[in-house]
């Protein structure tokens, strides 16, 4: 490790050895999770441009409609049909599970209504003003559905993002850094090995020629 | 939760008429504030927002508005903004990228 002294014994190694093969398979596993993200954020992708396609139809469409009902049944028919009391879209979060990130599923109780549910008199609103009403209707399911597809994108991206640095950091730092560890602590055990021959190799000399001579 | 709208009067009238109940009116120079207050509602689940009328927001307010979680902000009538950069930059290809681009 640049960081901090290596010590050149065999138990080191031991444990560095452990090290490297642990590491090796914790990166293995990570791209494994990032190659599944984005497989599955791949899926995400073609809804997600298609919904917002349809945003901006259904938008295009409702805001033609309302012009039209301003126009024919004018605007204060309009503003007090959009007055009436009536169901309310309300929506509930639940969240399920895309490898192992916690995304949203968007619900929401019927947006569609009947005319009957929409709360303004039948008599006194023209069909221009039903057709408004359908038409922005279905824009705010078009967008609930947004909703959910787009903050699952978002956090697949980040998950995404963070899972590609694990894998980085461990392919280019850390487990290269184990290795030249490794080797360092190889090369000091060969290097010790071999003064200790040569060190032992000399006493035997020294000791063999002692004898020589007290035997002469 | 609930849906809610922000924007000018004739964004949000058509909301109002699809029975959305939390509908609140705001001028472009309003919008941050407005943006900003009810994205700590967190009774909000969905936020619809128009995209055109985004012009006077800082680019900090952005960035939050578009992380954020409870409320989802969402935008209407733009294109998709924020969405193509966030993959440029996790996947490392520009794919929103169309051939008339």
Request: charged share 30%; net charge neutral; no cysteine.
């Amino acid at each position: 490790m640049a960081a901090r002294e290596v010590k050149p014994t065999r138990s080191e190694l031991l444990e560095i050895k452990k090290r490297i093969k642990l590491t090796k398979s914790g990166y293995k596993i990570l791209k494994m999770k990032r190659d599944g993200l984005i497989i599955e954020f791949f899926k995400i992708l073609e809804q997600a441009k298609e919904v917002r396609m349809k945003i901006t139809k259904d938008y295009e469409l409702a805001m033609g409609k309302i012009a039209t009902a301003n126009a024919v049944d004018g605007t204060i028919a309009v503003k007090s049909a959009a007055f009436a009391l009536r169901l309310h879209p309300e929506i509930t979060l639940r969240s399920k599970n895309i490898m192992g990130l916690v995304v949203p599923e968007i619900e929401t109780n019927s947006i569609k209504s009947t005319i009957d549910q929409r709360g303004y008199g039948v008599i006194g609103t023209s069909t221009h003003i039903d057709d408004a009403t359908a038409a922005f209707e279905s824009l705010v399911e078009t967008l609930v559905q947004a909703a959910e597809i787009e903050t699952t994108m978002k956090k697949l991206l980040d998950e995404i993002e963070k899972t590609k640095r694990r894998v980085n950091a461990l392919e280019y730092k850390v487990i290269p850094e184990l290795e030249a560890a490794e080797s360092f602590i190889e090369l000091r055990l060969e290097e010790m090995e071999r003064e200790n021959t040569f060190r032992l190799k000399r006493i035997k000399d020294k000791a063999g020629a002692r004898e020589v001579e007290t035997a002469s | 939760m609930e849906f809610a709208v922000v924007g000018s009067e004739e964004f949000v009238l058509g909301f109002r008429l699809a029975g959305v109940r939390r509908v609140y009116t705001a001028q472009p120079e309003e919008m941050e504030a407005k943006v900003l207050e009810l994205i700590n509602d967190t009774s909000i689940g969905i936020l619809a927002v128009n995209a055109n009328e985004l012009t006077k927001i800082g680019p900090n307010t952005r960035r939050r508005m578009m992380g954020n979680i409870s409320p989802v902000v969402i935008p209407v009538g733009g294109e998709e903004g924020d969405l193509r950069e966030k993959v440029k930059s996790a996947i490392g290809v520009d794919l929103y990228k169309t051939e008339r681009d």
